[in-house]
Structures are given as structure tokens and as C-alpha cells.
């Protein structure tokens, strides 16, 4: 998934260009604390400035007390630290998620390898598991609350490591725009197939247990998802927003990928609750002249909330964006791969090498820390069975400004030492408002792991050891397991 490649000339700020990449320590803990406020204190405004239709303009200044700061990600490969768990955190807890009556809601076909398809979410008080097979909401203590929505129709699987959904056949959430949850109320993209036609809808999370499914005909009718409509569109799945996200009570916004922002010249929309335009963002690189039948399939898209904020990095974009709603994108970071980065047109080009490219793979943020991962290489079934892609660890200390890098490379994502418990290696897929760091694994990794010669040659306490295949030993393969750090 693909997003636009907006340099800081692109952007089309006013701050000279040296200032503007100026490596900046960032302020200390009440301080942020204090311009979040402010930040959202400006965007309760701007909502409240807000009346009908107007649509407002795009604001993408720089905050000139502070400047977005630069990391500079290849000019500091020298600077290596061999990452331990307990530099970032102090304590880890496993929660198992209680196996709902419907049990293919928690299925996932990539349950034998360590990246799942199936993604997770929290706001601290809920965790909703979004699976192939549709939405499921936990409490905190991974106890079964409800169903929210089960797919049904319009899913097909090829032996037991492809599966295939979408089309006119689909009706129900799809499983690869994973859903977004904030201040209670959960965001998602519905795909109604037999009706040609999308609908995003927004849903306001219960604090109670609700045991029945939500009911479903035998002819799938589009009132059955439980919630409010905010928008209907008359487009197929593939013509969609790439992600949606809820941005405060009253907005929500839709995030393009590269293709359809380089076509459209919009990379991000605001809306409110009515389905109103609030303000569309513009992709200033358009794709023009791309003479191939086929582009090459997006890279991963790094979105995230960072103190209620949307953060978004655009893909082939150095610029990372806080989304101050409904009308500012602030420049936060620049992730800076120098002459190894990637343009969009080359990374759209399926003809192009990857191989002497950079792109990020995920970034996460907490209160202390940027998690970067970035990778050489493209990313694909085919590279990783030639060990061609390289996956790469990187931690920002956002109070030092400094970036450190873990030694070496893997050709598999991994994550760093957890010498917290000796379990499995940690690197966040998740991280909630609060500031805990998730991560989703599988029964099966689980049990793989106390298996492994990496655990019989761990040096851990022996009380350690057998809590850790006491763990294992009561899953099976196709548990789901959050890993919680904090």
C-alpha cells in the first residue's frame, strides 16, 4: 500500500530547508504534556469554527518552536546497540484470548509463522481481534465480550496458505483495512458486494458483555452491521480508502494509498459524522506517464495514534504527519534514508530493483521511544524463499535524540532479546493510548519457541524457564496470545 512521496519541497513549506531538517532533543515529559493540550485545544477549535458543508483549507505549516526532527537512519548505521527488552520496558504480561462460540473467529491461516494476518486493537478499556472471518471484542483480561460482526460470504481459500476474499460474493468487514478505535468508538470499512457499494461505519463499544451474535439473514442484507453509517459510496472495495480512521468524536478521516492518491491527487480526507467533507489533503506528486499494465503492490503503510492524534507516513515519504483535525497535517519526524531511498515511481514500477533500496516496514511511537523497522529489498513470498529481503531494527530515544541500530540484519522480521521473562523476542505490532506495547502471536510460535535451541540455551532462572513451557504446554496451535509490555 502505497502513499505519496512528499518531500519537504513538495510540501511546500516556507521554512528554509536547513532549518526545517534541524535535529532537535525532544522537550521533556510535561512539556509534551502541555503542547498536547494545546494541540487539542486548536482542534476542539477548529471543529467549533466548523458550520454546514464549507470545506476547509489544508493547513501544513511548521510549527517553528518545534520543527519536525530529522533522523538520519543510513548516516547512523555505525551507531549499534545490541537491544534488550528492558531498555524500553519493566514488566510483560501474556494475555490468551478466551476462544468465542464461534471458533473460526479466530482463526488465522499464517497461525505457524511469527507475522499474523490477523490484526489487533485497543483503547486500554477494549481489544477487538479482526480476523479473515470478521470483528470479535475481549475485555483487557482477553475474556470473550461479543461478536461484532461475522464474515460469511465471499472468502475462498487455495490449500492452506492463501486465502482469497473480495468481489461481488463479499459482504462483511474487510479483513486487509484493519479498523480503528478511539474514545470508545471503533471505525471500519464495509464491503457490500452485492450491492457494488461501500459503507463506513462507526460503532459505539458497550462496556458490558454481550453474548448473542449480531443477527444475520440467509440473504445478506446492508443494515445488518451494528453502528451508524457516516458514509455510503458506490465503490467496489478496490476503489476504497485504504484505511480509515476515527479522529475525535464528531470527524473520521480516509487515508489513500500511493495509487489512488497519484490518481486522484488526494492522499487523505477529513470528515464529519454527517459525511460531510471537512477538508481533502493533496498528493502533490501525481502519477503521470506510468506507461506499465501493473504496478508493483504497496509497501506496508505505518499509521498510528500518538496522544489521540492520527500519525501517518505516507509511503516513498520522508515526512511523518500528526493530523490536528479536520484541517492541519504538522510535520512531526523525517525519516531520512538518504541516496538508498526509494522514489514512488520507481517503488510503483514492477521492473525496477529493489535490491540497493531502503523503505520502512513499521514504525510505532510511545511516550520515549520511535520503534523502526525498515527493510532491503522488496518485501514478497518470492524474495523471502531466496533470503533476499533483510529486515532491520532500530530504536529513536526521543529524549537523547539519538537512533540506535541492531547489529545485523534478519531475513525474517524478529524482534529484540526479551530478557524481561525469557520468553520470545518482542517488537510492538500495537501500542495503546496508555502506552502498553502489544503484540499478537500464535499458540503454535509459542510453542515452537520453548522448543527451540534459542530457549534450551537461554540463560534465564529456572523459574522462568518452566513458567515459559507452562505457558506453552496449555495452548493449542491456533490460540491467540497478546503479548502486553510495559
Request: with cysteine; hydrophobic share 30%.
Amino acid at each position: 500500500m502505497l502513499f505519496p512521496n512528499l518531500s519537504c519541497h513538495h510540501n511546500r513549506l516556507k521554512t528554509n530547508e536547513k532549518e526545517l531538517v534541524k535535529e532537535i532533543l525532544v522537550q521533556e515529559k510535561e512539556k509534551r504534556k502541555i503542547d498536547s493540550i494545546s494541540l487539542e485545544k486548536q482542534s476542539s477549535e477548529s471543529r467549533n469554527k466548523f458550520s454546514g458543508s464549507f470545506r476547509k483549507k489544508e493547513i501544513r505549516s511548521v510549527d517553528k518552536q518545534r520543527p519536525p526532527v530529522k533522523i538520519d537512519i543510513m548516516g547512523t548505521l555505525n551507531n549499534t546497540r545490541k537491544l534488550k527488552l528492558s531498555d524500553v520496558a519493566s514488566s510483560i504480561r501474556y494475555v490468551k484470548l478466551q476462544t468465542p462460540p464461534d471458533t473460526s473467529l479466530l482463526y488465522d491461516n499464517f497461525f505457524y509463522r511469527n507475522e499474523l494476518m490477523s490484526t489487533i486493537r485497543s483503547d486500554g478499556n477494549h481489544i477487538i481481534f479482526q480476523g479473515i472471518f470478521g470483528l470479535t471484542r475481549f475485555n483487557m483480561q482477553g475474556e470473550y465480550q461479543e461478536t461484532i460482526w461475522k464474515n460469511k460470504t465471499g472468502i475462498r481459500f487455495q490449500g492452506s496458505k492463501l486465502a482469497m476474499y473480495g468481489g461481488k460474493d463479499f459482504f462483511g468487514v474487510l479483513p486487509n483495512i484493519p479498523v480503528s478505535l478511539i474514545n470508545g468508538n471503533l471505525y471500519s470499512n464495509f464491503q457490500d458486494g452485492p450491492g457494488e457499494k461501500g459503507q463506513v461505519m462507526k460503532y459505539k463499544l458497550s462496556t458490558h458483555k454481550n453474548i448473542s451474535v449480531q443477527p444475520q439473514t440467509e440473504v445478506p442484507q446492508p443494515d445488518c452491521f451494528p453502528g451508524d453509517t457516516v458514509l455510503n459510496t458506490k465503490k467496489q472495495w478496490w476503489e476504497g480508502f485504504i484505511q480509515i480512521y476515527g479522529t475525535s468524536q464528531d470527524t473520521w478521516a480516509g487515508v489513500n494509498d500511493k495509487w489512488k492518491a497519484g490518481k486522484s491527487g488526494s492522499l487523505l480526507v477529513s470528515y464529519n459524522n454527517k459525511g460531510d467533507t471537512l477538508c481533502q489533503f493533496t498528493d502533490y506528486d501525481r502519477i503521470v506517464n506510468f506507461t506499465h499494465s501493473d504496478y508493483r503492490y504497496p509497501v506496508e503503510l505505518s499509521n498510528y495514534y500518538f496522544e489521540g492524534l492520527l500519525t501517518i507516513k505516507q509511503e516513498y515519504n520522508d515526512t511523518v504527519f500528526r493530523l490536528i483535525p479536520p484541517d492541519r497535517l504538522l510535520p512531526v519526524y523525517i525519516l531520512d534514508f538518504g541516496k538508498f531511498k526509494l522514489n514512488y515511481m520507481d517503488g510503483l514500477n514492477p521492473d525496477f530493483d529493489l535490491s540497493g533500496k531502503y523503505l520502512l516496514k513499521s514504525l510505532y511511537e510511545s511516550n520515549n521511544y520511535l520503534f523502526i523497522r525498515y527493510r532491503q529489498y522488496y518485501n514478497a513470498p518470492v524474495t523471502r524463499k531466496k533470503n533476499a529481503v533483510k529486515f532491520y531494527n532500530a530504536l529513536f530515544d526521543k529524549k537523547e535524540g539519538k537512533l540506535y541500530h541492531q547489529p545485523g540484519f534478519t531475513v525474517e522480521p524478529e524482534g529484540i532479546t526479551n530478557d524481561l521473562d525469557g520468553g520470545m523476542a518482542f517488537w510492538p505490532d500495537f501500542i495503546t493510548p496508555q502506552g502498553e506495547m502489544m503484540k499478537l502471536v500464535s499458540g503454535k510460535v509459542m510453542k515452537d519457541y520453548v522448543n527451540s535451541a534459542e530457549f534450551k540455551d537461554a540463560f534465564i532462572s529456572e523459574k522462568d524457564r518452566q513458567k515459559q513451557i507452562s505457558m506453552a504446554s496449555g495452548l493449542k496451535p491456533t490460540d491467540m496470545i497478546i503479548m502486553i509490555v510495559k
